[in-house]
């Protein structure tokens, strides 16, 4: 049963965040000229989720990259934070979050941290973390990373 709750959870986590429908009287989307169009992505969110041992300690790391438009010198707040799969399906936030202001790069000094300790468990636990990028003095899509979902011997 857990097994087919990590799948539905997996397949939720690869639909949109965000589905915007046409204003009334527009022209269906193949029909709209390319400026019309989605604009293309300026920045990409980074989530990743670990379990460092012998601390028992779940630890989540955030970062961004800047693809296009973007100046070198451009820094964004990165909200980073850690979710849990409950028996219900639900996912449920756990712990504080963490919020850094960082330039672009996923490198030394360029990443957001959370960590959190857990109890050991002989039972696993479906986890994930969840990144959300804002970028400082700009307007940016309401998007969060999610990173894919991992099973840890560790509840929080």
Avoid at 26 to 36: L, N
Avoid at 88 to 109: E, F, N, P, R, Y
Avoid at 132 to 142: E, H, I
């Amino acid at each position: 049963m857990s097994r087919i709750l990590v799948r539905l959870a997996l397949a939720a986590a690869a639909l949109p965040l965000l589905t915007l429908a046409p204003p009334a009287g527009a022209a269906p989307a193949d029909e709209r000229p390319a400026t019309a169009q989605r604009a293309p992505a300026v920045h990409q969110t980074v989530p990743q989720i670990v379990r460092e041992k012998p601390a028992e300690t779940l630890r989540t790391k955030g970062c961004w990259r800047r693809i296009s438009g973007l100046p070198a010198s451009q820094t964004a707040r990165v909200k980073v934070w850690i979710e849990r799969l409950t028996v219900a399906g639900d996912w449920v936030h756990v712990g504080d979050s963490t919020t850094s202001t960082i330039l672009s790069g996923c490198g030394t000094g360029r990443t957001t941290i959370h960590s959190i300790g857990c109890n050991r468990s002989v039972n696993k636990y479906s986890y994930r973390s969840r990144v959300d990028v804002d970028l400082v003095g700009r307007a940016d899509s309401p998007e969060v990373g999610v990173s894919p979902v991992r099973e840890i011997q560790c509840f929080v």
